[in-house]
């Protein structure tokens, strides 16, 4: 009996540890040890994710969530979370489901999400940088910037590796796929864009220059280049900061207005200049309102015009060989004066347009040609050069005349002002009190100095280089014919004499006899 019922508490026991094991099992608890923490909270931006046996777990679920979030992104994306494990001793407790705290995890993570940045190309050609998405996308660009000098397509733009950069930095290199073809069997291909057109120079290779006929030579687009260095630099930024890729095409090869200056050259006049330019002579006057009063302005050698043109973002440098049956000019001899200054010329020989048939590289900057080669020619008319001895000496200054006063009349056609006055006014009048300081606008000789009729006092000043400055209804002089006089030195007191509505300074600048507009010269 006694072990009838020894042997049922023992069964009892059994059963009671064996059922405490398996609840323990089932339901998750972690039983207690006695002195040590084996019970594990984890925090991520104060959100309970759950609760684990040991702190490896929670790392583990925590490397895994962020890792999840993250790759659902093609860039690098950045979060903002703090994550704390807390620790605690306890007999029991129940454990959090993994897949339950790994989409807790992931749930913080997508809300503390701060920013993604995504793999990106920014392109940069001259002052201009747009950034695109990826690899294809700047060569869909870059080719579409040749595109319009690139018929059928025989040029290709490619990314290559920078030699010598970093090595995210790209840049673009035109290949030939024409050659590229013929060269698949393994032959060296040459380089592309304007190295091209350097190797293809000359007399075609196995030839002598007495056996090269036009035949010889094929016709067409042979180069094609960027005018601005094209780097790309590869990296990561905000979705929101890559530029789509249809405005990008559209600001690469939409034409914008560019300014630059012209030099004047001998020859040169208003309409060569507009049609050579391709721009309006009333732009020109409307851009260079200081220097050309009307389409009948005087040029002066070296002086410069603001042109603008319209330009495309990136310019394309491209070659073309053509067959040319035309009329030409020699070029302008030009015999130098060291004795002249640059506004005195002297023509010697007057030019006379020859004829000639020529195989020509053409060398264009977007549309407008830059330079011309001929490479073999047949001379029909002998073109005759113009042959002009020019100055080279740099002309003197020229100041304003007096500090102050108002522009009551400029230079040119106007309507009189007073009964007898002219309609043509040879010089620029400086409403100002009489009495103001007038001042030789340059070093000279005076050549005249006292009434002058309708001009009242007068002083009339020789310069260097042929011309000439006037200085008219003066209340008093102060110098003498045949006194030298230097530049900002008083010479008179301004007045109201002669022919005059009221207190000014007539003044005028004659260039060998003929009057010209003071405000282009006056520096």
């Known amino acids: 009996m006694f072990f009838s019922k020894k042997r049922e508490f023992i069964f009892i026991v059994s059963?009671?540890?064996?059922?405490?094991?398996?609840?323990?099992?089932?339901?998750?608890?972690?039983?207690?040890?006695?002195?040590?923490?084996?019970?594990?909270?984890?925090?991520?931006?104060?959100?309970?994710?759950?609760?684990?046996?040991?702190?490896?777990?929670?790392?583990?679920?925590?490397?895994?969530?962020?890792?999840?979030?993250?790759?659902?992104?093609?860039?690098?994306?950045?979060?903002?979370?703090?994550?704390?494990?807390?620790?605690?001793?306890?007999?029991?407790?129940?454990?959090?489901?993994?897949d339950e705290a790994l989409a807790a995890a992931e749930q913080v993570f997508v809300t503390s999400l701060r920013e993604t940045l995504s793999p990106s190309y920014t392109v940069k050609m001259g002052d201009y940088m747009v950034t695109l998405?990826?690899?294809?996308?700047?060569?869909?660009?870059?080719?579409?910037?040749?595109?319009?000098?690139?018929?059928?397509?025989?040029?290709?733009?490619?990314?290559?590796?920078?030699?010598?950069?970093?090595?995210?930095?790209?840049t673009a290199e035109i290949v030939d796929t024409f050659t590229e073809k013929d060269n698949a069997g393994g032959l060296e291909m040459p380089e592309g864009g304007v190295q091209t057109y350097i190797s293809a120079q000359g007399i075609p290779e196995g030839e002598d220059d007495s056996e090269?006929?036009?035949?010889?030579?094929?016709?067409?687009?042979?180069?094609?280049?960027?005018?601005?260095?094209?780097?790309?630099?590869?990296?990561?930024?905000?979705?929101?900061?890559?530029?789509?890729?249809?405005?990008?095409?559209?600001?690469?090869?939409?034409?914008?207005?560019?300014?630059?200056?012209?030099?004047i050259v001998s020859g040169d006049t208003l309409s060569g200049i507009s049609l050579n330019l391709n721009i309006a002579i009333d732009d020109l006057l409307a851009l260079n309102s200081d220097k050309l009063e009307n389409a009948n302005s005087t040029l002066h050698i070296n002086d410069t015009l603001v042109i603008t043109v319209p330009e495309p973002e990136l310019s394309i440098e491209h070659v073309e060989r053509n067959?040319?049956?035309?009329?030409?000019?020699?070029?302008?001899?030009?015999?130098?004066?060291?004795?002249?200054?640059?506004?005195?010329?002297?023509?010697?020989?007057?030019?006379?347009?020859?004829?000639?048939?020529?195989?020509?590289?053409?060398?264009?900057?977007?549309?407008?040609?830059?330079?011309?080669?001929?490479?073999?020619?047949?001379?029909?008319?002998?073109?005759?050069?113009?042959?002009?001895?020019?100055?080279?000496?740099?002309?003197?200054?020229?100041?304003?005349?007096?500090?102050?006063?108002?522009?009551?009349?400029?230079?040119?056609?106007?309507?009189?002002?007073?009964?007898?006055?002219?309609?043509?006014?040879?010089?620029?009048?400086?409403a100002t009190p009489t009495g103001?300081?007038?001042?030789?606008?340059?070093?000279?000789?005076?050549?005249?100095?006292?009434w002058s009729g309708s001009y009242g006092y007068m002083v009339l000043i020789q310069h260097p280089g042929g011309m000439q400055t006037r200085y008219a209804h003066l209340s008093r002089i102060n110098v003498s014919v045949g006194q030298t006089v230097s530049q900002g030195e008083v010479i008179a007191r301004s007045g109201n004499t002669g022919r005059s509505t009221g207190p000014h300074l007539h003044f005028e600048m004659i260039m060998n006899g003929t009057p010209v507009n003071p405000l282009s010269y006056l520096s």
């Open 15 to 98: 059963s009671v540890i064996t059922i405490f094991v398996c609840f323990i099992w089932v339901h998750g608890y972690s039983p207690f040890s006695e002195g040590s923490d084996d019970y594990f909270h984890m925090y991520i931006n104060d959100v309970k994710i759950g609760d684990f046996s040991s702190e490896r777990d929670a790392e583990d679920l925590f490397l895994e969530a962020r890792r999840n979030v993250a790759s659902g992104y093609a860039g690098m994306a950045f979060m903002d979370f703090d994550v704390r494990i807390e620790s605690e001793n306890v007999l029991t407790g129940e454990l959090t489901p993994r």
């Open 133 to 170: 998405a990826g690899k294809t996308e700047v060569e869909t660009l870059l080719n579409e910037a040749i595109e319009r000098y690139n018929p059928g397509g025989r040029f290709e733009v490619r990314l290559v590796r920078a030699p010598g950069s970093e090595f995210n930095v790209l």
């Open 212 to 263: 090269v006929t036009f035949q010889d030579y094929e016709t067409g687009l042979i180069s094609i280049g960027f005018v601005e260095p094209v780097v790309i630099a590869e990296g990561y930024v905000p979705a929101s900061q890559l530029t789509d890729l249809s405005v990008a095409i559209e600001d690469v090869t939409k034409e914008h207005e560019t300014a630059y200056e012209y030099t």
């Open 323 to 430: 067959y040319v049956d035309e009329d030409y000019d020699a070029d302008v001899i030009i015999i130098p004066r060291d004795d002249w200054y640059t506004t005195e010329t002297n023509v010697l020989q007057q030019p006379s347009a020859g004829h000639h048939r020529a195989i020509v590289d053409q060398h264009f900057i977007n549309d407008t040609e830059s330079e011309r080669v001929v490479l073999i020619e047949e001379i029909d008319i002998e073109a005759v050069p113009k042959i002009m001895e020019r100055g080279t000496k740099i002309p003197p200054t020229y100041v304003k005349p007096i500090y102050g006063g108002r522009i009551s009349s400029y230079f040119g056609y106007r309507n009189a002002p007073t009964a007898g006055a002219t309609t043509y006014h040879r010089g620029i009048d400086w």
């Open 436 to 450: 103001t300081s007038v001042m030789a606008s340059c070093g000279g000789t005076v050549v005249q100095a006292g």
